[in-house]
């Protein structure tokens, strides 16, 4: 019932404010400090009552607790800065009125000390801060004419009684002040918590917004690489449709063009999809399992026999020596970097070409090389190889670089291995560097 109560008091007026609100931490620091006056005002006034007999001493304590207690109802109706004027006056005129009746006992500097902490604490605008600082500063000059002249006459203690209450003036103005700083640390931590939780949502807002850029790219590109394929493989079956019609003999090299223009289709496709699974957290998954590298790069070699025939290009495949028989290895994700890796270069290097694939074992880790035969890559495009769509369409490439390359950096990525690429007008070289795993 009295836990309830109580912390109806600290939370009173802060329903509706958000969590992260400065004002609610204040609001709830004031009720707190609130609280805490209104217990040492009880305790410390019946204490020293029963020490200097002066009933002035209980009647200004409770007189105190009284009014910070209507402050906390301030708060409860969201009157916020009224509250902390009220507060802050209320403090200063108590120190004011315990400091003249209780005499040099009062050690009087230490609670100014207090309340230049209370200021900075309760008011932010520089401009209110400084004509409180004025004010307490008045005080402060008050306070000592009046320990000078006793205008206001100081109950008179005795030696020993004097000692008690000065360290229990002590005690009171150290907790005050201790307070502050506890609720200090806590508005400066909100306030960390506060600036990096913001630049947590901006950088999540700056890569939202560079997806979505991204996204409308890809999509550009996807609606205009599919129209080409599409209108090539239409192209050639109405064509062949007319020759059928006319009773044309339709001979083997007529679907040729049918045919490359149904693989290039197929890639685009198969690249679309391999694009799409990016932001499914199964894919980003390494499957290791033991595979025969030698195998797995010959056979995907043989799957582009047709490409390379088209275009009168060869592959030279070499292992170094003692390259072992298994490696462990993501199957897939392997296989379609050595495809896309092959397929770049396929369209890139010149007609009647070689292009060699070298694959060594260092020990700690083991390389795969591919060196085509082409014009190279210009320096400002290197940077940039491994971005969707960014390099240009040239007659000697009419379909530009898609997402092939962009598709093997994220794999890359993913296997926790390295791609460098080395470009001369000779042609271009990509080396990945694999770590070398010992176990499944």
């Not at 805490?36 to 009647?59: C, D, E, M, T």
């Not at 020990?363 to 035969?373: E, I, K, S, T, V």
Request: glycine share 6%; charged share 20%; net charge positive.
């Amino acid at each position: 019932m009295i836990r309830t109560f109580v912390k109806s008091l600290k939370y009173a007026g802060t329903g509706d404010l958000p969590a992260y609100d400065i004002n609610r931490n204040i609001c709830i620091g004031v009720n707190l400090l609130c609280l805490y006056v209104i217990l040492l005002n009880f305790v410390s006034g019946a204490i020293f009552y029963f020490l200097s007999k002066n009933i002035l001493i209980p009647i200004g304590a409770y007189l105190e607790a009284g009014i910070v207690y209507g402050i906390i109802e301030l708060n409860r109706r969201k009157r916020f800065m009224l509250a902390n004027f009220c507060f802050y006056i209320t403090i200063s005129v108590a120190t004011f009125y315990f400091t003249a009746i209780l005499g040099r006992v009062s050690e009087s500097q230490l609670m100014i000390l207090f309340l230049f902490g209370l200021i900075y604490y309760l008011f932010s605008k520089r401009r209110i801060r400084n004509l409180v600082i004025c004010f307490n500063l008045l005080l402060l000059v008050c306070m000592e004419v009046n320990s000078e002249l006793e205008i206001i006459p100081p109950t008179h203690f005795s030696f020993v009684v004097q000692h008690i209450v000065r360290w229990l003036v002590y005690a009171v103005v150290i907790s005050l002040t201790l307070k502050i700083f506890q609720l200090y640390r806590k508005n400066t931590q909100m306030l960390i918590d506060l600036h990096s939780y913001h630049k947590t949502v901006k950088a999540s807002l700056i890569v939202e917004e560079e997806r979505n850029e991204l996204k409308n790219l890809l999509f550009q590109h996807i609606a205009h690489d599919l129209r080409g394929p599409y209108i090539g493989v239409s192209t050639e079956i109405y064509a062949l449709h007319a020759k059928s019609t006319k009773g044309v003999i339709i001979r083997p090299e007529d679907t040729l063009s049918l045919i490359n223009a149904s693989n290039q289709y197929r890639e685009m496709l198969e690249d679309f999809m391999e694009l799409s699974k990016f932001k499914d957290a199964s894919f980003n998954e390494i499957d290791l399992q033991a595979i025969d590298i030698k195998a797995e790069v010959t056979k995907i070699v043989s799957k582009h026999k047709h490409s390379m025939a088209a275009r009168g290009v060869t592959a030279k495949i070499e292992f170094s020596m003692g390259f072992p028989d298994l490696l462990i290895a993501d199957k897939l994700k392997f296989g379609r970097i050595v495809h896309n890796l092959l397929t770049n270069a396929i369209k890139f290097t010149e007609p009647d070409t070689v292009v060699s694939i070298h694959i060594q074992n260092f020990g700690d880790y083991w390389q795969f090389r591919l060196r085509d035969q082409g014009r190279g890559i210009k320096e400002d495009k290197v940077g940039l190889l491994f971005k969707p769509y960014v390099t240009e369409k040239t007659p000697a490439n009419p379909d530009g670089v898609g997402l092939g390359l962009y598709i093997v950096k994220h794999l890359v990525n993913i296997m926790g291995a390295k791609i460098v690429v080395e470009t001369q007008p000779t042609g271009s070289v990509f080396d990945i560097t694999f770590p070398m795993k010992k176990t499944l």
